[in-house]
């Protein structure tokens, strides 16, 4: 049982950078896919980065291309969002998520997942 915890989370004005971090409670080469989700009130979870163990494979949701950089250390067993340019449309609770099961379904949809942080808020202003 994976357990995950995400950190990094605030508040900023539009334009600012943040970094999320997620802690494994287990080393990271376990999970052969780890992800960023995240929810706004009133609107469906949404998946905002992935990347497979080997860190090579990464991917991302077109609204945050260019701007969200994921990255994960296996020594640390910790995953990383680093947020640039936010906007006040990423303001939504982020989740951190791992799966450790072979699956059909693509690297951003959430059935995937087997194991889930609690979030944490990010706010943007404008």
């Known amino acids: 049982q994976v357990q995950l915890m995400e950190s990094g989370g605030g508040s900023v004005q539009a334009g600012g950078s943040l970094r999320l971090s997620c802690a494994a409670s287990?080393?990271?080469?376990?999970?052969?896919?780890m992800a960023w989700f995240r929810q706004a009130p009133g609107k469906e979870r949404e998946g905002v980065a992935a990347t497979y163990t080997d860190a090579l494979s990464t991917y991302y949701a077109d609204s945050v291309k260019d701007r969200f950089t994921i990255s994960r250390d296996n020594a640390e067993n910790t995953l990383y969002l680093q947020m640039n340019s936010l906007k006040p449309e990423d303001t939504a609770m982020y989740y951190c998520?791992?799966?450790?099961?072979?699956?059909?379904?693509?690297?951003?949809?959430?059935?995937?997942?087997?194991?889930w942080g609690q979030g944490t808020q990010v706010t943007v202003s404008s």
């Open positions: 998520a791992a799966s450790s099961v072979v699956s059909i379904l693509g690297p951003l949809d959430s059935r995937r997942y087997n194991y």
């Open positions: 287990e080393s990271t080469y376990s999970t052969r896919i």
